[in-house]
C-alpha cells in the first residue's frame, strides 16, 4: 500500500472530476490516497508517490501548479510521479481542428520540461468539459466560430485504465 498525493488544478470542476475518479479507483486498490487542490497542497515530501493533474488554459498548466513543482522538484525527483492534463485537444482532434494549439496526445510545453526535472513515468491528457459559462464572452465567440461544441467529453473508460495503469505500477514497486 502506498501513500499518494493526488494534487490538481481545475478551474470549473472537469479536472476536479478526474482526480476524484483517479483517486478512488488508486484506494480500491489498498492505497491511502489524499486529494488536494494544488494551491493548498502539502509538499510532496510526506508521500510515497505522487499524481498530479491540471486542467489547460491557453495550452498551458496555470501558475499555481507549475510553481508547485518547481517547490516540490526535490522531492517529487525521489518518488513515482504520473502527470495528466485536461483539456479540449482530445475532443477537438475527434472534431478534426486544433484548440488551444493542442491536438490528442501532445503535451504542453510545461509538461516535457518537468519530464527533464522530475522525470515522471507518465503524462496523460483527458478530454475535459466545456459550458458556455466557462468561457468569456470573447471566448465563446471565439469558440463559436471555430464551431466548438459544448459538453462533458471526459471518457471515463480511458480515466479509468490509466488509473488501473499506476495502481499496478505502484503494487510492483
Not at 2 to 13: D, F, I, K, Q
Not at 56 to 78: D, F, H, K, M
Not at 90 to 119: C, H, N, S, Y
Request: charged share 25%; net charge neutral; aromatic share 10%.
Amino acid at each position: 500500500m502506498a501513500v499518494v498525493l493526488m494534487a490538481y488544478a481545475s478551474r470549473n470542476g472537469s479536472t476536479r472530476g478526474i482526480a476524484e475518479r483517479i483517486a478512488a479507483s488508486l484506494d480500491e486498490y489498498g492505497n491511502q490516497v489524499e486529494v488536494h487542490q494544488v494551491g493548498r497542497a502539502p509538499d510532496a515530501d510526506g508521500y510515497d508517490a505522487a499524481v498530479l493533474g491540471c486542467g489547460l488554459y491557453g495550452g498551458a498548466w496555470p501558475t499555481e501548479a507549475q510553481a508547485y513543482v518547481r517547490r516540490n522538484t526535490a522531492a517529487l525527483v525521489r518518488r513515482p510521479v504520473w502527470l495528466f492534463s485536461v483539456g479540449l485537444g482530445p475532443a477537438a482532434a475527434e472534431q478534426g481542428f486544433r484548440f488551444a494549439g493542442m491536438l490528442a496526445g501532445e503535451a504542453p510545453k510545461v509538461v516535457g520540461q518537468f519530464r527533464d526535472t522530475i522525470g515522471p513515468r507518465d503524462h496523460h491528457v483527458f478530454a475535459g468539459a466545456i459550458e458556455p459559462g466557462h468561457l468569456s464572452r470573447a471566448g465563446r465567440v471565439l469558440y463559436r466560430g471555430i464551431r466548438g461544441k459544448y459538453g462533458d467529453f471526459r471518457d471515463w473508460k480511458d480515466v479509468d485504465a490509466w488509473s488501473d495503469t499506476i495502481a499496478r505500477q505502484l503494487a510492483d514497486d
